[in-house]
């Protein structure tokens, strides 16, 4: 095959490639054609010979990229504004062959495997499920907006957050794309804008600065008007890390900053359950320092994701015995304790920070009260704060 024959870089613009140790390799593209553009995902859904599957991961991607540059996506039924999903199979006689510009170079083909099967894979051609969606932005919702373009991208720091620029001041930007995309993220997202805008002006829980909109990254025909979509939210940047950070540090902290960040991370909780919402993901990494080092609870969602070792033992019975049963979806009671025993876990492993300290010891105390195996053996959030700031 010549180069002629192969899709240019100008046509074929490649975004990501998933490829689970080669169950299911799937490359997303966009095909531009003049002036528009297709999303495109190609799925290989057949099981690949051993060789293919020892070859590795980069050798796989290589090999379907280049295949995928042979396909003539001019002559397929592309879906405008969406992701169309391309699911290749093998058939003996293929009923529905994909088209293919000129394949003829043999060599190519005897050291492409997907090259060396083209000429008996079918396709089936569907909106892809698994697309990010973005949600149309409803313009009763009272939180400023911030075009998605004006935004200079500085750094990442986790899969789902950047750091960005807009008006020489910085920002946390969490995106409903993401590397793994779940289609359950952007209720997730549109939650946790919901949560952050009812706890506005709370010293210690985020504080949303507004919601990023732009044309629909799908968008097929540039002329073409249509309502902004959300893509993401912009939050205050707290600057200091993250409690995980700090208490990672192979170093004691300062007894009055560990006390003051247990006092703040415990009122934004007990300010969450006062209206009815719960946080289920109590952990180090949820919480963040601001300049002035006080805490800041953050990922309030109640609804996203959460790690297994920080469910109360008997949230974690219940999720065993209930597997359908996502935590979020349990009884306010319940999800109120496994939030208080989280916190009890935290105040745990920050009382090891104190150097055995006095005030360590009480730390020590409340954490281990808070955690008991019977919750009708534990203490409420409250009777915890109070002994706590207490020794204030
Ligand atoms: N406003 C912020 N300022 C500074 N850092 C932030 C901010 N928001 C998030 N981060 C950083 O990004 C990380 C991920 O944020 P967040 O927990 O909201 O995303 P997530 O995708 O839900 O993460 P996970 O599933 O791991 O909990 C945080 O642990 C923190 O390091
Ligand atoms: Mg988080």
């Not at 293919?100 to 997907?114: A, G, H, K, L, V």
């Not at 209930?322 to 105040?347: H, I, M, Q």
Request: overall charge negative; glycine content about 4%; aromatic content about 10%.
């Amino acid at each position: 095959m010549t180069e002629n024959n192969l899709a240019s870089s100008r046509e074929l613009e490649f975004k990501s490639f998933q490829d689970w140790n080669g169950d299911r390799p799937s490359l997303t593209l966009i095909f531009h054609d003049g002036f528009s553009s297709w999303w495109i995902k190609v799925e290989i859904a057949w099981s690949l010979p051993e060789s293919i599957l020892k070859s590795g991961c980069l050798k796989r991607r290589f090999m379907l990229q280049e295949f995928v540059k042979a396909i003539d996506f001019s002559q397929l039924n592309l879906m405008d504004d969406t992701v169309t999903r391309i699911t290749l199979t093998l058939a003996e006689r293929s009923h529905n062959p994909i088209p293919f510009r000129n394949i003829q170079n043999d060599c190519q083909r005897e050291t492409n495997y997907f090259l060396s099967v083209a000429y008996k894979t079918s396709f089936d051609i569907a909106e892809d499920p698994g697309r990010t969606l973005y949600p149309i932005l409803n313009q009763a919702q009272d939180i400023p907006t911030f075009e998605a373009r004006q935004l200079e991208q500085e750094e990442d720091i986790a899969p789902t957050v950047s750091i960005i620029r807009f008006k020489e001041k910085h920002f946390a930007y969490k995106t409903i794309d993401r590397p793994i995309y779940d289609p359950g993220d952007t209720e997730h997202i549109l939650n946790e804008i919901t949560a952050l805008a009812q706890f506005r002006g709370h010293p210690n829980i985020a504080q949303i600065i507004g919601l990023v909109i732009s044309d629909s990254p799908y968008k097929t025909h540039p002329s073409t008007t249509s309502a902004p979509v959300i893509t993401g939210f912009l939050l205050e940047y707290y600057p200091e890390g993250t409690l995980e950070r700090v208490l990672s540090k192979d170093q004691d902290q300062d007894d009055s900053l560990l006390r003051r960040w247990a006092l703040q991370t415990g009122r934004a909780l007990e300010t969450l359950h006062l209206q009815k919402r719960t946080h289920l993901d109590i952990k180090p990494s949820n919480i963040v320092l601001d300049a002035n080092r006080n805490a800041i609870l953050i990922d309030i969602s109640g609804t996203g994701g959460y790690e297994w070792e920080w469910l109360s033992p008997e949230m974690q019975t219940f999720i065993q015995q209930n597997v359908e049963t996502a935590p979020a979806s349990t009884s306010f009671d319940k999800r109120v304790a496994t939030d208080c025993w989280a916190y009890g876990n935290l105040l745990v492993i920050m009382a090891k920070k104190t150097g055995a300290s006095c005030f360590g010891k009480r730390l020590q105390s409340i954490g281990d009260d808070l955690t008991k195996m019977d919750p009708r053996d534990r203490i409420s959030l409250s009777d915890a704060l109070e002994r706590m700031s207490g020794q204030e």
